[in-house]
């Protein structure tokens, strides 16, 4: 390979170096809830190894006419690599698992006994949507969720996402409404009506507690939100 291959080469590798970071983080996290996904990012610094060398190279043969193109290039890619990787860092309010255990009879579930569980006070951009908080109980392998599973598409107040009306659509945080996972099954309950996936008519504000089961991400998410319909 001859010399100007080789800056090439570089040049190439340190700009993919960020798309394969993002596929690796990607692939590493996609069976993984959203609020644990961000902690898998430190996989970038994985990737900062080639834009690193390339400005080695780089300043090693600062006299070449290619040498300025590359020093760009490897700033540029280590520093959206490092930048990215910091996110693993950023600390999470995980809480006692236990606390989840006072939504088991709302949930009309048995939880397992042990799982990770993580709070996250969040908003929304719908407006009727105010106060929104959001409980991540997650599985690890470790867990057998075979029962849970079986409990809640056997129930009768647990709906798969698919079969949603548009009522009760309209009442979904855009979290959810954009999750594109399969099988996903969701709970309304009312906690002023006490009851289970109902169309809110009133404009006074409604307590609600929304639960969202995914299979795939092994996970069951619990928001409570004010909802209010507007006149």
Not at 52 to 78: C, D, M, P, Q
Not at 133 to 159: E, G, H, P
Request: aromatic residues 14%; proline residues 2%; positive net charge.
């Amino acid at each position: 390979m001859n010399h100007e291959k080789k800056w090439n080469v570089l040049f190439y590798l340190s700009i993919f170096s960020v798309v394969g970071a993002f596929l690796t983080w990607s692939e590493t996290t996609k069976r993984l809830p959203q609020e644990l996904a961000f902690y898998k990012s430190w996989t970038d610094w994985i990737w900062m190894s080639i834009p690193i060398f390339t400005l080695y190279y780089s300043r090693k043969h600062k006299e070449n006419r290619f040498s300025k193109k590359n020093t760009i290039v490897g700033i540029i890619a280590t520093g959206v690599l490092l930048f990215g990787g910091l996110f693993a860092f950023i600390p999470n309010e995980r809480i006692n698992y236990k606390e989840i255990f006072e939504y088991e009879n709302i949930l009309q579930i048995k939880l397992p006994k042990t799982g990770i569980l993580i709070y996250e006070q969040s908003s929304d951009i719908n407006d009727n949507i105010n106060n929104l908080t959001d409980m991540t109980a997650y599985y690890n392998k470790k867990v057998d969720i075979k029962d849970l599973d079986r409990q809640i598409k056997k129930s009768k107040v647990w709906i798969n996402k698919n079969d949603l009306d548009n009522d009760l659509n309209k009442q979904l945080p855009i979290a959810i409404k954009i999750n594109n996972f399969d099988n996903l099954y969701i709970l309304f309950y009312n906690k002023e009506t006490k009851q289970y996936n109902t169309k809110i008519e009133a404009s006074v504000k409604q307590d609600i507690i929304l639960s969202v089961y995914c299979k795939r991400t092994r996970s069951i998410n619990i928001f409570e939100y004010n909802y209010a319909t507007k006149k």
